[in-house]
T-cell receptor, first 115, second 113 residues
């Protein structure tokens, strides 16, 4: 299995530009999570989906952030317009259904730098 | 809301020494608990998890953790540290029925030769 695949690995963009981060979960996993990691705030849950439906988006910072999951094999996190304070590593993770399968598999992350 | 507290943002041990990384959770109902490891410039990797089976949980790379309800703790241990264990370790909690995890602030483990 290729694991959770995120793209791009690195993104440098100018303030005000639109940024789109992509994630392909592991086949058969029905839950998908987006996290943001910064030195100041650690790992923060932004949003998670179950069976392609957003369950909890209370961690999305503001209206500039949006996430979609059009099908079971793809999700995007979009920031428009981007700001320097959005600079962070963004992780996608997925998990299988079933109580015994709590716990995620993480992707390698996208390091976003907004200048 | 559930939370976890990791005592000590940095821990340094000698190679071959015992590793002890501390995690306490806040919950009136025993949650599910996890330890993850993060190597530089990589994602997080699951070390072990407690989901209400055995209270002593064995994970990968020789790590284990014990769930102690009376102390609301889930400390991570390894009898003998190896240089390759140097990384950041995160404790995480989830409420039963809710898959999203809340992570602690992390503990960076240094292993001295």
């Amino acid at each position: 299995d290729a694991g959770v695949i995120q793209s791009p690995r690195h993104e440098v963009t100018e303030m005000g530009q639109e940024v789109t981060l992509r994630c392909k979960p592991i086949s058969g996993h029905n839950s998908l999570f987006w996290y943001r990691q910064t030195m100041m705030r650690g790992l923060e849950l932004l949003i998670y989906f179950n069976n392609n439906v957003p369950i909890d988006d209370s961690g999305m910072p503001e209206d500039r952030f949006s996430a979609k999951m059009p099908n079971a094999s793809f999700s995007t996190l979009k920031i428009q317009p981007s700001e320097p304070r959005d600079s962070a590593v963004y992780f996608c993770a997925s998990s299988q259904p079933g109580q015994e399968n709590y716990g995620y598999t993480f992707g390698s992350g996208t390091r976003l730098t907004v200048v | 809301a559930q939370s976890v507290t990791q005592l000590g943002s940095h821990v340094s041990v000698s190679e071959g020494a015992l590793v002890l990384l501390r995690c306490n959770y806040s919950s009136s109902v025993p949650p599910y608990l996890f330890w993850y490891v993060q190597y530089p410039n990589q994602g997080l990797q699951l070390l072990l998890k407690y989901t209400s089976a055995a209270t002593l949980v064995k994970g990968i790379n020789g790590f284990e953790a014990e769930f102690k309800k009376s102390e609301t703790s889930f400390h991570l241990t390894k009898p003998s540290a190896h240089m390759s264990d140097a990384a950041e370790y995160f404790c995480a909690v989830s409420e039963r029925g809710r898959r999203a995890l809340t992570f602690g602030s992390g503990t960076r483990l240094q292993v001295q030769p």
